[in-house]
């Protein structure tokens, strides 16, 4: 069984590469919302995405999910990488002084903590039912936000956010969309509007369908959903070989 190892800030230049950081925008869809994980430290005011720094004897992709899994308790998700930020002036307000002493870090990793982080953004779609959020030691709260109600984000996080939220309506475009995010099975209403929502704008429900059918990448089932007040509409499901296929080929055509 892992265990959640917490980021070891009392003497990081002996475990950790210097400058050189990773930040993990982990969105998932609930209620008809699209949502993203997210951070409230216990020593600053802002929100945050779940970030940290990378092992000297780890690859980028093993630090993402090792960094996902100490801050959030969220494991075993595919993570991918999508940007780098570089801005000069990055810098985490949790390592200034007043902030550290709080935390009652050690001053006499000041410098290091406080020098300038190059991050690298990655990104993750998930099932929301199947995520037990926890926080970390240096956390009050790890929650599901409205990506309409993310608010302010320490540092560079809302540039951070919003990039990898326009990733994901820009592989709208080419890439089908849905199998991370919604249940096994699903309604072809739901599934229109979780496009709707990453897209942020209506579709029109025959043309969706039309051209979600014409893709063969969901298979109708002859169940219904039931306990609705309307017509119970049918359920449908993910052809898995198609989906993948379309991932490596591609979509035509746009929304």
Known sequence: MTTRNETNLESPSAEYLSHLSIDCVVFGFHDNQLKVLLLKPKFITDWSLPGGFVKKEETMEEAASRILFERTGVENIFLEQFRVFSNPKRKNPIFEVDSMKRAELKLD???WLNQRFISVGFYALVEYSKVEAQPDLYSEKCEWKNIDEVGRLMMDHNQIFEDALEILRLQ??????????????FTMPE???LYETILGRELDRRNFQRKILSYKIVKRLPERRTGVAYK???????????YAKALQDGLSGEW
């Open 109 to 111: 990793n000041f410098d």
């Open 172 to 185: 709208l475009r080419y890439q089908p969309i849905g199998y991370n995010l919604l249940p096994e099975k």
């Open 191 to 193: 599934l229109q509007k």
């Open 232 to 242: 119970a509409p049918y359920l449908y499901k993910f052809d898995n070989d198609v």
